[in-house]
């Protein structure tokens, strides 16, 4: 019911910026925490940053200082903003919405992911 696109990706070089999006349609419920997620080829699924629907926000260690996280909630749109790229931040970003739903049930959304590529 919930669809997740993520934009914004592309091919930087160390040290450049990118601005992803997510924008988060089709639900008729509240969306209460988003996140990011990113995953490289050969490796787990990571969390890169998780942002509530009041705006407090968690980074994982490994971007802090480097990433920022925000959403626009009249828009449904999540925002990760990137900068000191490194090689190692290549990979597929993936949007993820915990959305409430009846009877107090919590049901998880993904998109498809954005590739992020940083070449050294």
């Known amino acids: 019911q919930v669809q997740l696109v993520e934009s914004g990706g592309g091919l930087v070089q160390t040290g450049g910026s990118l601005r992803l999006s997510c924008a988060a349609s089709?639900?008729?419920?509240?969306?209460?925490?988003m996140a990011w997620y990113r995953q490289a080829p050969g490796k787990q699924r990571e969390l890169v940053a998780t942002i509530t629907s009041g705006g407090s926000t968690n980074y994982a260690d490994s971007v802090k200082g480097r990433f920022t996280i925000s959403r626009d909630n009249a828009k449904n749109t999540m925002y990760l903003q990137m900068n000191s790229l490194k090689p190692e931040d290549t990979a597929v970003y993936l949007c993820?919405?915990?959305?409430?739903?009846?009877?107090?049930?919590?049901?998880?959304?993904w998109g498809q992911g954005t590739q992020v590529t940083v070449s050294s």
């Open positions: 993820n919405a915990d959305v409430v739903e009846v009877a107090s049930l919590r049901a998880n959304y």
């Open positions: 089709g639900s008729i419920f509240p969306i209460d925490t």
